[in-house]
């Protein structure tokens, strides 16, 4: 069984940048979440997709956003970068909106 | 809101002893599920251990066990017979009715041999 995965594993850009994350859910699992995690914090929630429409969403503005896929696969795109977007990005995914999250690696993106 | 606090932001302990690390939460809510997860230096959030807040039972994961206390709003992690490979940030978590998990600030444990 695969767990989840994403890429790019390390991102640098420049303030003003667009980037797009990438992140492939667990086998099963049709509920993708993401999750911003500055250096020495706690996670916090972005958004969670399930089944292709958004579920659920933080205290994030509009520059953050995401799609998912029909095979469950999801991105999270973010505009006009900001210097504080520099963070480890997570995505988690689970058999539903309801179950236990399981989280990939992380994409460590950095902001110029 | 939902909030969850860990006040011990280091912790420590020798290898083969017991640990407990502490985590409070603030909920109105009456269904909810409070986790446990470690993040190692290799980034990646790992569960450790789930807690549904219907069950009186405390759970159970071989060396890792939690005392949760509902009505306290308190739930802590004990961990027997530490190992160099428990060292790690761990964070306590909650999810209620949005489904999202809410997290602590984390408490670094360092493994002594």
């Known amino acids: 069984e695969t767990g989840v995965t994403q890429s790019p594993t390390h991102l640098i850009k420049t303030r003003g940048q667009q980037v797009t994350l990438r992140c492939s859910s667990q086998s099963g699992h049709n509920t993708v979440s993401w999750y911003q995690q500055a250096l020495g914090q706690g996670p916090q929630f972005i958004f969670q997709y399930y089944r292709e429409e958004e579920n659920g969403r933080g205290n994030f503005p509009p520059r953050f956003s995401g799609l998912q896929f029909p095979n469950y696969s999801s991105e999270l795109n973010v505009n006009a970068l900001e210097l504080d977007d520099s963070a480890l990005y997570l995505c988690?995914?689970?058999?539903?909106?309801?179950?236990?999250?399981?989280f990939g690696p992380g994409t460590r993106l950095l902001v110029l | 809101a939902q909030t969850v606090t860990q006040s011990q932001p280091e912790m420590s302990v020798q290898e083969a002893e017991t640990v407990t690390l502490s985590c409070t939460y603030d909920t109105s809510e009456s269904d909810y599920y409070l986790f446990w997860y470690k993040q190692p230096p290799s980034r990646q959030m790992i569960l450790v251990i789930r807690?549904?807040?219907?069950?009186?039972q405390n759970a159970t994961e071989n060396r890792f066990s939690v005392n949760f206390q509902k009505a306290a709003k308190s739930f802590s992690l004990k961990i027997s017979d530490s190992q160099l490979g428990d060292a790690a940030m761990y964070f306590c978590a909650f999810s209620g009715s949005a489904r999202q998990l809410t997290f602590g600030s984390g408490t670094q444990l360092t493994v002594l041999p």
């Open positions: 807690q549904e807040a219907y069950k009186q």
């Open positions: 988690a995914s689970s058999l539903s909106s309801a179950e236990t999250q399981y």
